[in-house]
């Protein structure tokens, strides 16, 4: 064989402990992309190491591995066997309650994806090069093949960006959309810079809401070293209250967030609220810092104050985003009620390939309709936000 040749050979493991960090993070973050904090090896390896992603959680490990001829680390996907469809955020109960009222089974499946976590980001992971595409379409062929050899009812791929879900499209997957809302940077110097783009009325709204959110109470950004040990035993009762008001159960544990902190503190926006009186905690917020995106994951209080929520989540993330640069901030999945306040409408994508071609035909013709909904959706909304229009 000529030693300048491309072969690939393809692997599967349990534990993202069984490859180098760095090895990872090179095919993850690659250099010149964007910094996605989730994909990052310290992120997804804690998720393991604590046990918020076992097997005992309905997380299983299969992470695929794709090397090159000189067994260098050139592609990989996060992929899970999952037992249940929650944490997904992508969701498809009612695909599994049709296929097992026809007499199917819908569990396990494949996901590859983000455990917890409802941000686009990179799936099909690998190193910008000439191969890409062939590591790409040989990753995917891993999954499909792993979905069929096992007798598993589907591969879902979650949180795509925008070329991923036309490139997998073009290979028959299904694609399926939704909406988030994201707050855009368009250069603000300030809070002020943004408020001055709003109409009249909804400007009004929002200094309104911002005061009435900062009497009595102040609020503070912590990074780095300035997050402690007791920092965190304060958000995790946060965490827990609102998690288990949401989804009966937190998904994380409190280990979790000491590794989180341990190894991404500077990754990390955690905002408090304090009472100016007695300088009392009273809610938080935690953020995770991307190279152009501030991501909100979660929050909590331990009172109820006006406004408190939006401003420790939104207009704390605006602050942050503005002071440093950021383009973006992404505050998770749902919430109508963002779009008073500043923050727009976005489309998510997923793809997903079905194993029984009768019910991937059926979940097909779903699927246009609800494109049609989503896009119908984002339409309305766009045309609804808080800014001044042209003529304003």
């Not at 899970?80 to 296929?99: I, M």
């Not at 595409?133 to 891993?142: E, F, G, I, M, S």
């Not at 929002?206 to 009435?212: F, I, M």
């Not at 390939?353 to 494109?371: G, P």
Request: with cysteine; hydrophobic share 35%.
């Amino acid at each position: 064989m000529d030693k300048d040749e491309f072969t690939l050979s393809i692997s599967i493991i349990n534990a993202l402990s069984e490859v180098d960090r760095d090895d990872w993070n090179k095919i993850a973050n690659p250099e010149g992309e964007s910094y996605d904090p989730f994909l990052d090896w310290d992120f997804l390896q804690a998720l393991e190491e604590t046990g918020c992603v076992s097997p005992q959680t309905g997380w299983a490990p299969y992470h695929i591995l794709a090397k090159d001829q000189d067994d260098q680390l050139i592609g990989a996907c996060p992929m899970y066997l999952k037992s249940h469809s929650q944490g997904e955020f992508v969701f498809d109960h009612s695909w599994a309650d049709a296929l097992e009222r026809a007499g199917g089974r819908y569990y396990p499946k494949l996901l590859i994806g983000v455990p917890f976590t409802p941000v686009t980001g990179r799936r099909r992971l690998c190193i910008p090069s000439p191969n890409a595409t062939l590591v790409k379409d040989a990753l995917l062929q891993t999954a499909v093949k792993m979905t069929s050899d096992n007798n598993l009812s589907s591969l879902h791929i979650n949180f795509i960006d925008a070329l991923e879900y036309e490139e997998l499209g073009a290979q028959s997957l299904l694609q399926r959309t939704d909406q988030q809302f994201h707050w855009e940077n368009d250069n603000y110097n300030n809070f002020d810079d943004f408020l001055n783009v709003l109409a009249s009325r909804k400007r009004k709204n929002l200094k309104k809401e911002r005061a009435q959110a900062q009497d009595g109470i102040i609020y503070e950004h912590l990074t780095g070293d300035q997050i402690t040990a007791e920092h965190w035993d304060i958000f995790y009762d946060y965490y827990t209250d609102t998690g288990a008001r949401k989804w009966g159960s937190p998904y994380l544990n409190r280990d979790f967030f000491t590794l989180l902190g341990q190894r991404m503190s500077d990754k990390i926006l955690l905002v408090f609220a304090r009472d100016t009186e007695d300088n009392r905690p009273i809610a938080g917020a935690l953020n995770m810092i991307g190279s152009d995106t501030l991501y909100g994951r979660y929050w909590g209080c331990s009172e109820q104050r006006p406004c408190l929520h939006f401003e420790t989540c939104y207009y704390q993330a605006i602050d942050f985003a503005i002071a440093h640069g950021l383009k973006r901030v992404e505050a998770g999945a749902q919430g109508g009620h963002k779009l008073a306040r500043g923050y727009s409408p976005s489309p998510t994508y997923s793809a997903h390939w079905i194993a029984n071609e009768s019910f991937s035909d059926a979940i097909a013709q779903y699927l246009t309709h609800e494109r049609e909904q989503v896009e119908s959706d984002i339409e309305y909304l766009g045309q609804r936000t808080p800014f001044r229009k042209s003529e304003d």
